[in-house]
């Protein structure tokens, strides 16, 4: 599935949605509600998904190169196989997040951790 252009869903509840293998690259989502989604396979290479609730979502395989996670809650996401290279996080962002599977040291190397406020 694709959803073409320029998203803007800031706020947007999406819990529980079926959004797998959707493109969703570039998309503004922030501060949306996530929980529970379902974004396997899903590009959300370059969307804005700081401050998103994504406790619960499925996030196996997507695509999450250069995406901004800051402030996001990633409790419970599963990210087995997702593309994490160049995305933003929060450091202690990482002590909540499942990384299994796929995950290689050069896509955690390659993230932009900055420190919590």
Do not use: F
Request: glycine share 10%; net charge negative.
């Amino acid at each position: 599935m694709t959803a073409r252009g320029y998203i803007i869903a800031l706020g947007a509840d999406l819990s529980d949605a079926n959004l797998s293998y959707y493109n969703l690259s570039g998309a503004d989502l922030r501060d949306a509600d996530l929980r529970g989604a379902n974004l396997m396979g899903a590009d959300l290479s370059g969307a804005d998904l700081s401050g998103a609730d994504l406790r619960g979502a499925n996030l196996m395989g997507a695509y999450l190169r250069y995406a901004d996670l800051r402030e996001a809650d990633l409790s419970g996401a599963d990210l087995t196989g997702a593309d994490l290279r160049h995305v933003k996080l929060i450091s202690d962002q990482l002590m909540w997040m499942t990384l299994t599977g796929q995950i290689t040291p050069v896509q955690i190397r390659q993230c932009a951790v900055v420190e919590a406020a």
